[in-house]
């Protein structure tokens, strides 16, 4: 069940960490690296009593940071007071740049790939701060079926989303890779999250959803992280964007881009409120679906494209008839594609043929 994204970044993944060992970027297979030695931890302290949810996310709120490229939004938390973050894999790969914004908006580039483990989706980043409050690790091993959990992300951006639950199951993928299933509601933006405990230990990340359910939830325990923390070896994070760069390149499906020219007469009868709706409504299901395509789930993508562009034709006007006519053949043609990635990237062309349009519309 869990094989189709146990491996998240699908076959280019299996690359990835032997590209990056070569490369003096510490994975869960690698060697120590000598480091100096960790800066003295100004971990939140474990209390001796159960917490409640709003206790968790009160301690825990400031140690949760967003973490932007250029096309995608996840989530991070700091694992070391000077600038250590923990995060999906998923989220960085693709992007040339990455920034943190910690609590009280402060915005800090990611300057280092500390560490990564490819196989679990998990990464490990650095950016130049100190005296940040890190979040105490928990046993992950000791979480069993019906233990309460606690989530905290930005699922669709909506930052700082706190939300409980109980453990569903523990899970292994098909590899051997363990997650444990949770009832507490992640969604695309939430990727890199930590899951925690009822002391307000991390014990999980948060890595995926399964559409075809509902509530199926997944983290990486916490114990696939420990090793990356204790391995760290810094490779600059523009070296590691080449390093995607070329990867992604030789691995990635090649895709025939068709983005139609509209003449400018599609938009007659489309008010300037209807076309900066149609901006606004393309422009937010890009940055859903980009990052769940990036992620290797190319399915997801096209169905939040596919469902985007209904409601789009919905809400427009009736007398904006072309942009709605252009969305339905879309949708169609994609409908009748041989793929996943083909259907993904013919609702990705026709959502650009209507932003190209609308942008030289409003050029005259």
């Not at 070329?246 to 599609?266: C, D, N």
Request: with cysteine.
């Amino acid at each position: 069940m869990l094989a189709r994204w146990s491996l998240p970044l699908g076959c280019f993944v299996a690359r990835v960490a032997t590209v990056l060992l070569l490369a003096g970027c510490a994975t869960s297979a690698s060697r120590p690296a000598a480091q100096a030695p960790p800066e003295p931890a100004a971990v939140t302290g474990v209390p001796s009593h159960l917490l409640s949810p709003a206790e968790i996310a009160a301690r825990a709120l400031p140690s949760v940071v967003t973490i932007r490229t250029s096309d995608s939004l996840g989530t991070g938390f700091v694992v070391r007071p000077d600038g250590w973050i923990a995060t999906n894999l998923h989220v960085i790969v693709g992007a040339a740049h990455a920034k943190v914004t910690l609590r009280g908006e402060r915005e800090l580039d990611v300057v280092d790939v500390l560490a990564m483990s490819a196989e679990h989706d998990l990464a490990l980043l650095r950016v130049e701060a100190r005296g940040l409050s890190a979040l105490p690790l928990g046993d992950s091993d000791a979480m069993r079926p019906g233990d309460p959990v606690v989530a905290i992300g930005n699922p669709l951006g909506l930052e700082d989303t706190v939300s409980n639950g109980l453990v569903s199951a523990r899970r292994k993928g098909d590899d051997g890779t363990e997650f444990l299933q949770i009832s507490a509601p992640i969604a695309p933006g939430s990727s890199g999250g930590p899951i925690f405990n009822d002391r307000g230990e991390v014990v999980g990340i948060a890595v995926a959803i399964l559409e075809e359910g509902q509530n199926l939830n997944f983290g990486v325990p916490a114990r696939y992280l420990t090793p990356l923390i204790r391995k760290a070896a810094p490779i600059p994070f523009a070296q590691f964007a080449k390093l995607m760069a070329r990867l992604r390149g030789e691995t990635a499906p090649k895709v025939e881009r068709s983005v139609p020219h509209h003449p400018l007469t599609l938009l007659d009868g489309c008010s300037e409120a209807a076309q900066r709706l149609m901006a606004q409504m393309i422009e937010d299901a890009v940055e859903v679906g980009a990052p769940l395509y990036n992620a290797g789930k190319a399915g997801a993508c096209y169905h939040v494209y596919d469902g985007a562009a209904s409601d789009l034709v919905r809400k427009l006007p009736l007398a904006c008839r072309g942009p709605a006519r252009a969305l339905g053949d879309a949708q169609r043609r994609a409908a009748t594609l041989p793929s996943a990635v083909a259907q993904a990237w013919a609702m990705r062309d026709a959502f650009d043929g209507l932003i190209d349009v609308i942008a030289r519309k409003r050029g005259r």
